[in-house]
């Protein structure tokens, strides 16, 4: 079992719906969970962090930790083209501080049609 | 430019050569790391140094690479006797709180 999943996708929302990306992971102690977004061609860059069950919003972006279940997710709410990306999920693992080693899951790739 | 730096940005090898790649870290971060990504995959996570410590090496990690961070500034990530299955992006990363990606070098093992 993959320490973090993710769905591949394609995912395609059309412009200006709700973006809802998921990612489960393995490890019950993990603490620290991260959104990254990665351009084609380009390395990831972080959009959002979440430690606290619950939801934590961003402007658009909104992170929703269940630690019970294991599950983080992110929602993009307006969505736009230019939010067209490959959107990694990333976990500390246990025993690691958030500033830390993150482990990554292997991305789902979101589209935006116009 | 204050951020990650990497280089070369592309390098093109024949199987069986040796390679090295730079990474130049924001200044003030203390913690680097090195990932490998391939196509459809996120980042796999390589090795870490605080300061000038190794703290960890994946296992996943042959005994064909090696990495250095002489004086906790630039880092050095060497692949010797390049293998086909060693064509990647190697992305550097370095952190005090969140983590700051450099653009990668792209390896090409032919």
């Known amino acids: 079992q993959k320490e973090v999943e993710q769905n591949s996708g394609p995912l395609s929302v059309p412009e200006g719906a709700i973006a809802s990306l998921n990612c489960t992971y393995s490890?019950?102690?993990?603490?620290?969970f991260f959104w990254y977004r990665q351009y084609s061609g380009k390395s990831p860059e972080l959009i959002m962090f979440?430690?606290?069950?619950g939801d934590k919003e961003d402007g658009r972006f909104t992170a929703q930790l269940n630690k019970a279940s294991q599950y983080v997710s992110l929602l993009i709410r307006d969505s736009q083209p230019s939010d067209s990306a490959t959107y990694l999920c990333?976990?500390?693992?246990?025993?690691?501080?958030?500033?830390?080693?993150?482990?990554f899951g292997s991305g789902t790739r979101l589209s935006i049609r116009p | 430019d204050t951020g990650v730096s990497q280089n070369p940005r592309h390098k093109i090898t024949k199987r069986g050569q040796n390679v090295t790649f730079r990474c130049d870290p924001i200044?003030?971060?203390?913690?680097l790391y090195w990932y490998r990504q391939t196509l459809g995959q996120g980042p796999e996570f390589l090795t870490y140094?605080?300061?000038?410590?190794?703290?960890?090496k994946s296992r996943l990690l042959s005994d064909r690479f090696s990495a250095e961070r002489p004086k906790g500034s630039f880092s050095t990530l060497e692949i010797q006797r390049t293998e086909q299955g060693d064509s990647a992006m190697y992305l550097c990363?370095?952190?005090?709180?969140?983590?700051?990606f450099g653009e990668g070098s792209r390896l090409t093992v032919l």
């Open positions: 990333a976990v500390n693992p246990p025993g690691y501080s958030s500033a830390s080693k993150i482990i």
């Open positions: 490890d019950r102690g993990s603490q620290s």
């Open positions: 979440i430690y606290s069950n």
């Open positions: 200044s003030e971060h203390n913690r």
């Open positions: 140094f605080q300061n000038e410590a190794q703290l960890e």
């Open positions: 990363a370095s952190n005090t709180a969140e983590l700051f």
